[in-house]
């Protein structure tokens, strides 16, 4: 049996997770690498999509030793019982180039919302606390990417405020010239 879907979620609190409750991130993450998988179909040519288990090992990998890092944050939003969604958010010196960034951004390595959330808010609040968090730390800047075939990711980072600023490019080392 399928919960009820959520359409407003009210009340949501906020639990910082240390690299012994990753775990915790597994079943989010997964509906997350469904997602990818099915809205970058168009990459299935030159990238190939890993299993859910194998993702997950890659990432919670990937998690642990970021969380080594004492500025990192693992976010984890709940919905009174419900694991509503998440936020892995590194910190990284900021190359100062052509833009005055600030000295550190934010990077959101992961965003996932249990898709019975969608559209309830969860997304807005949990990016709310992200910047809280952030702007006490003194940062002014968070860079936040989706795939370009997620129009719905990114009318919402649109909606909060983001904008355009690099497009990443993908092909294999061999891929090149022109394909007819």
Do not use: N
Not at 85 to 109: K, N, P
Not at 143 to 163: H, M, Q, W
Request: charged share 25%; hydrophobic share 40%; glycine share 8%.
């Amino acid at each position: 049996m399928t919960k009820p879907r959520t359409t407003d979620v009210g009340l949501l609190s906020f639990r910082y997770l240390g690299a012994h409750e990753v775990e915790e991130l597994a079943d989010l993450w997964g509906a997350l690498h469904q997602q990818h998988t099915l809205s970058a179909s168009h990459l299935s040519d030159i990238i190939s999509a890993t299993s859910l288990d194998e993702s997950w090992r890659r990432r919670r990998a990937q998690y642990l030793a970021w969380l080594s890092d004492p500025d990192t944050m693992a976010i984890l939003a709940e919905s009174g019982e419900d694991l509503a969604g998440y936020a892995m958010v590194t910190i990284r010196e900021s190359a100062q180039g052509s833009w005055d960034r600030g000295t550190r951004v934010a990077v959101v390595q992961t965003f996932a919302i249990d898709p019975e959330y969608d559209s309830s808010g969860v997304g807005s609040k949990l990016l709310e606390e992200v910047r809280r968090q952030l702007a006490s730390m003194g940062i002014r800047d968070i860079e936040f990417s989706a795939l370009a075939t997620a129009s719905e990711d990114i009318s919402f980072l649109e909606r909060e405020g983001f904008r355009p600023f690099v497009t990443t490019m993908v092909c294999r080392v061999d891929g090149f010239g022109a394909h007819d």
